[in-house]
């Protein structure tokens, strides 16, 4: 298992008693490199994993002798899958939260503004020589809303 965006070497080797051969990688997904043998072996490096790169892999080691190929039989199958990086995720989730709190922050102060302006808004009552003259009903609204009374004796 292999993380996507990570990189990979497939590592071919034998045992054989002519040296100096070839190995083919063989792959799945249409996936076929040679490279020379050193040591009787070769490695096959893949800078980026992707998701074109599951499969199953063999390798065959091939050598030429008096100008005939000798070719070993196929490797083992090696399965390589590529999982999903959590990298990606974690980024997100880190950049998410100060967003988050900021948000949580606004509606807070939002919500603290309009309890202050419902405990201020009272009952405001203008008098002129012992009579109401006008009253202010509603303070929410845009306009404000106002009766007019008049009284004889002062009184409502």
């Avoid at 996936?31 to 390798?59: K, M, T, W």
């Avoid at 050598?63 to 999903?84: G, M």
């Avoid at 102060?109 to 009552?125: F, G, M, S, Y």
Wanted: glycine share 6%; with cysteine; aromatic share 10%.
């Amino acid at each position: 298992m292999i993380p996507w965006g990570h990189s990979f070497t497939i590592i071919c080797s034998s045992v054989s008693q002519y040296p100096g051969g070839f190995f083919h990688l063989f792959g799945e997904a249409n996936i076929s490199r040679s490279q020379s043998a050193v040591n009787l072996s070769a490695s096959f490096f893949f800078p980026e994993a992707d998701y074109s790169h599951e499969g199953n892999y063999s390798c065959v080691y091939e050598v030429i002798l008096s100008s005939r190929s000798f070719r070993s039989s196929a490797s083992e199958l090696l399965v390589i899958t590529i999982t999903a990086s959590l990298l990606p995720v974690i980024g997100a989730a880190v950049s998410a939260v100060p967003l988050l709190l900021s948000v949580l922050i606004i509606i807070l102060l939002v919500k603290r503004r309009q309890k202050r302006r419902n405990e201020e808004t009272q009952l405001k009552c203008s008098f002129k020589n012992g009579n109401l003259i006008r009253m202010q009903v509603d303070s929410d609204d845009s306009e404000e809303d106002y009766i007019s009374v008049n009284t004889d004796d002062g009184q409502i």
